[in-house]
């Protein structure tokens, strides 16, 4: 049988993962593929060529790598470097980037963008690329809030006397949200955190946090398991009763993030003009417009009264290593699952592919999966997203 070939491509200045690791390329080969990985893709997150090769990949230049029929990435590299009929699995937040969509249907070429996986079925979550880098932002928020912060952050008792704990916050507890908290209960902290779902609460204190409470809080998640856009009226209201817990807070973290949409702003400037001098805001979202009013994206500024607000855009970037080892076992799990007989099957019966049916409890109204389009045509359930092109 003929290896189909799949290749690897170095990612543009500025991200410093790689999509697929050496230690996929085995499973990959043994699956049927061919690994091509362009020279140096993985030289940024500390995987050598030398290793590529000694798990089976052959080293080639980009023009070689992007030929193939199956491109793996991380973004989107520009459509006219693509061919008809190319298929490219990446993350191409086609909701905020329809343009980026319309050049592939004009290509014809085949999108899969792994960030509209239905992260709810549950033979998708080993896939499901938003929760594995979430769950590392989340992480590393934490250590740069603990690094920038001009104080210790677990109880001390010392012979010079008490050192009492940082007070973190955290605002959304989605995977990053999750994994903030229990990061920063791991380093000592007493952590308070928010959600708008009410259902929350109880994951909260399972991973050490307290739950903060807004009066009139409903359920606002949606059937795809978002956060629900909310009234100007009650987001005011969130933010008060958040930010008022937050005003003396050593550290805070921003996590919210609505799909497809701008991030709120959880954080007006109103608000900073009260925190602590001293304190930190980490805002997950400088790249989608930010959750505080102050950010400047992959920025570090500081308030007239000594707030400092980070607006690191790439924060699974800033650990690249493990990152794109992460990010390779999802797209390694999911290529595989869909490898047939030697082709890749794009299969109508595939919940990841195209999205629950209407049926089931998983179905969601207008959205697919992580099938954008192919030739030439955007896929029939991705009604939603058709409507922005």
């Known amino acids: 049988m003929i290896a189909l070939r799949l290749g690897v491509l170095t990612e543009p200045d500025g991200e410093n993962r790689v999509a697929i690791v050496p230690k996929s390329v085995k499973k990959l080969s043994k699956a049927g593929f ?24 052959i080293i080639v230049d980009r023009a070689k790598a992007i030929e193939s029929p199956i491109v793996i990435s991380i973004h989107l590299p520009n459509v006219s470097e693509l061919s008809e009929g190319q298929i490219i699995a990446c993350v191409a937040d086609p909701f905020r980037n329809p343009k980026i969509v319309q050049e592939c249907l004009d290509a014809k070429i085949v999108l899969l963008s792994m960030d509209m996986i ?19 932002a989340g992480y ?13 952050i677990p109880m001390m008792t010392t012979s010079a006397g008490t050192v009492r704990p940082a007070k973190v916050v955290v605002m959304g507890s ?30 909260i ?32 209201k969130v ?24 991030a709120p702003i959880t954080i007006p400037s109103t608000a900073v003009a009260n925190f602590k001098p001293g304190s930190v805001i980490v805002d997950m979202n400088s790249d ?12 570090i500024v500081t308030t007239p009264n000594g707030v400092t607000i980070i607006g690191t855009k790439n924060l699974p970037g800033t650990l690249a290593n493990t990152a794109s080892m992460l990010y390779s076992n999802n797209l390694t799990t999911f290529i595989i ?16 592919l195209v999205g629950a049916p209407e049926e089931s409890d998983f179905y969601v109204s207008g959205m697919g999966g992580v099938l954008i389009c192919s030739n030439g045509e955007i896929h029939s359930k991705q009604t939603r997203l058709g409507g922005l092109i």
Not at 195 to 202: Q, T
Request: proline share 2%; hydrophobic share 40%; aromatic share 4%.
């Open 34 to 57: 061919e690994v091509v990985i362009q020279s140096g893709a993985g030289v940024r997150a500390s995987y050598l060529d030398s290793e590529y090769e000694d798990n089976g990949a």
């Open 118 to 136: 239905p992260r709810r079925l549950s033979r998708a979550q080993s896939m499901d690329v938003n929760s594995s880098q979430d769950n590392l």
């Open 140 to 152: 590393k928020a934490v250590l740069l809030g603990a690094a920038s912060v001009a104080r210790g």
């Open 174 to 203: 989605g995977v990053a949200g999750l994994q903030a908290i229990a990061t920063a209960k791991r380093l000592g902290a007493v952590v308070y955190a928010s959600d708008v779902r009410k259902s929350a609460a109880e994951q």
């Open 205 to 236: 204190e399972s991973v050490g946090g307290r739950f903060i409470e807004v009066d009139g809080m409903d359920d606002f998640e949606d059937e795809s398991g978002y956060a629900k856009p909310l009234t100007p009226d009650f987001i005011q």
């Open 239 to 262: 933010n008060d009763t958040v930010c008022g817990v937050a005003s003396d807070a050593d550290i805070i973290i921003t996590t919210a993030r609505i799909f497809g949409r701008p």
């Open 288 to 299: 989608v417009g930010g959750n505080c009013e102050d950010t400047k994206v992959d920025e």
């Open 337 to 352: 699952s869909i490898m047939k007989d030697g082709e890749i099957a794009l299969s109508e019966d595939d919940d990841v």
